[in-house]
């Protein structure tokens, strides 16, 4: 039985040594032949050193380029390297659990109606803006119902974080769309489910993540996640998640407000209102993960920069996508961390 890792990593030098190491220490109860494929989007800060050190460690670990320097491409990349049974994605700053592997291997093979695999994602902070938006971000509130990030228990999902596929997945539905820089996991694993095939996330199967981490990056990042989705909803002709609208009706609630109180300023009382309405509802959520009041605020405050960031990126993909029927800037084409 054949499996291919692939991880596609820029700049991560401090993270992929630890990837890979947990990698090759998990545990197999079949025969497997495992590769481990790095896609790498030409780093300059040591982390191809590091990798051509540990390839001395490692026989089956390679190493390719990812000249486009965008996250599609190397997955397509990683897939096409080496032909393989199993398929999973990695992250640079992503550490599994020594029964990952194998573990997403046995419910493939129990289940042919299942197509992908994820598991459990364990934050681990690198600072302290990190540590709050991933609060933020393991709740309801915060990243809407029904999101993996927010599962306790082993159930279907419609996307997860770090998947396995086998072979035949990519046999019937192709492979990776190159043209969203943003959500191309979530175009492919909705092309999975509209294929019939089912998402699994399993919560006993675990990995730690790094959270990148300043509210200045989180903007930027989850503002493209927004913008692209209206992509994804464009190229089929459907809206894939109740849960993507909400941001988009918060802003345009927001925006709504304050034209209101700019043309009849003696109605600032419904703004307030609705902002009370949001903090209160947030506030519920941020009692339950917040440890001190300093904290509590930061997380208000991630919730509300979530939020805002990625309905202002959908108001402005459906304006340029669905409207003016226009192709992607090149601003937002760049992939921002």
Same mark, same amino acid.
């Given at each position: 039985?054949?499996?291919?890792?692939?991880?596609?990593?820029?700049?991560?030098?401090?993270?992929?040594?630890?990837? #890979?190491?947990?990698?090759?220490?998990?545990?197999?109860?079949?025969?497997?032949?495992?590769?481990?494929?790095?896609?790498?989007?030409?780093?300059?800060?040591?982390?191809?050193?590091?990798?051509?050190?540990?390839?001395?460690?490692?026989?089956?670990?390679?190493?390719?380029?990812?000249?486009? @320097?965008?996250?599609?491409?190397?997955?397509?990349?990683?897939?096409?390297?080496?032909?393989?049974?199993?398929? @999973?994605?990695? %992250?640079?700053?992503? #550490?599994?659990?020594?029964?990952?592997?194998?573990?997403?291997?046995?419910?493939?093979?129990?289940?042919?109606?299942?197509?992908?695999?994820? %598991?459990? /994602?364990?934050?681990?902070?690198?600072?302290?803006?990190?540590?709050?938006?991933?609060?933020?971000?393991?709740?309801?509130?915060?990243?809407?119902? &029904?999101?993996?990030?927010?599962?306790?228990?082993?159930?279907?999902?419609?996307? /997860?974080?770090?998947?396995?596929?086998?072979?035949?997945?990519?046999?019937?539905?192709?492979?990776?769309?190159?043209?969203?820089?943003?959500?191309?996991?979530?175009?492919?694993?909705?092309?999975?489910?509209?294929?019939?095939?089912?998402?699994?996330?399993?919560?006993?199967?675990?990995?730690?993540?790094?959270?990148? &981490?300043?509210?200045?990056?989180?903007?930027? @990042?989850?503002?493209?996640? %927004?913008?692209?989705?209206?992509?994804?909803?464009?190229?089929?002709?459907?809206?894939?998640?109740?849960? @993507?609208?909400?941001? *988009? #009706?918060?802003?345009?609630?927001?925006? *709504?407000?304050?034209?209101?109180?700019?043309?009849?300023?003696?109605?600032?009382?419904?703004? *307030?209102?609705?902002?009370?309405?949001?903090?209160?509802? *947030?506030?519920?959520?941020?009692?339950?993960?917040?440890?001190?009041?300093?904290?509590?605020?930061?997380?208000?405050?991630?919730?509300?920069?979530?939020?805002?960031?990625?309905?202002?990126?959908?108001?402005?993909?459906?304006?340029?996508?669905?409207?003016?029927?226009?192709?992607?800037?090149?601003?937002?084409?760049?992939?921002?961390?």
């Amino acid at each position: 039985m054949k499996l291919s890792v692939i991880i596609p990593c820029r700049n991560e030098v401090n993270y992929i040594e630890e990837c #890979i190491d947990a990698i090759y220490s998990n545990e197999f109860t079949t025969e497997i032949d495992m590769t481990v494929v790095v896609v790498d989007g030409m780093s300059n800060d040591g982390t191809r050193q590091t990798i051509e050190t540990l390839q001395t460690k490692y026989a089956t670990l390679k190493l390719i380029d990812n000249i486009q @320097q965008l996250t599609p491409y190397a997955f397509n990349l990683g897939i096409h390297f080496k032909e393989a049974d199993f398929y @999973q994605i990695v %992250g640079a700053r992503q #550490i599994l659990s020594s029964n990952y592997l194998q573990k997403a291997i046995n419910i493939l093979n129990s289940d042919k109606s299942i197509w992908c695999v994820g %598991g459990a /994602v364990e934050n681990v902070y690198i600072n302290y803006e990190s540590e709050m938006i991933a609060k933020a971000m393991s709740t309801s509130f915060g990243m809407g119902l &029904g999101n993996f990030r927010t599962l306790k228990k082993s159930d279907f999902t419609d996307t /997860v974080g770090t998947p396995m596929y086998p072979k035949f997945v990519f046999e019937k539905i192709g492979f990776f769309d190159e043209d969203l820089v943003r959500n191309q996991d979530d175009d492919f694993n909705f092309r999975v489910t509209k294929e019939g095939g089912k998402i699994w996330f399993e919560a006993s199967i675990e990995l730690k993540y790094y959270v990148r &981490g300043n509210f200045k990056g989180l903007f930027r @990042q989850f503002f493209q996640y %927004g913008y692209w989705k209206v992509c994804v909803n464009k190229k089929h002709r459907r809206i894939t998640t109740i849960r @993507q609208m909400v941001p *988009a #009706i918060f802003v345009l609630g927001l925006f *709504a407000g304050i034209i209101t109180v700019i043309l009849f300023p003696h109605r600032w009382e419904y703004l *307030a209102l609705y902002l009370f309405i949001y903090f209160a509802s *947030a506030s519920l959520y941020a009692l339950k993960v917040a440890q001190s009041v300093s904290r509590f605020f930061a997380i208000l405050f991630s919730f509300f920069i979530l939020h805002v960031s990625y309905g202002m990126g959908y108001l402005e993909g459906i304006v340029n996508f669905i409207l003016l029927n226009r192709k992607p800037s090149k601003g937002k084409s760049e992939l921002t961390r």
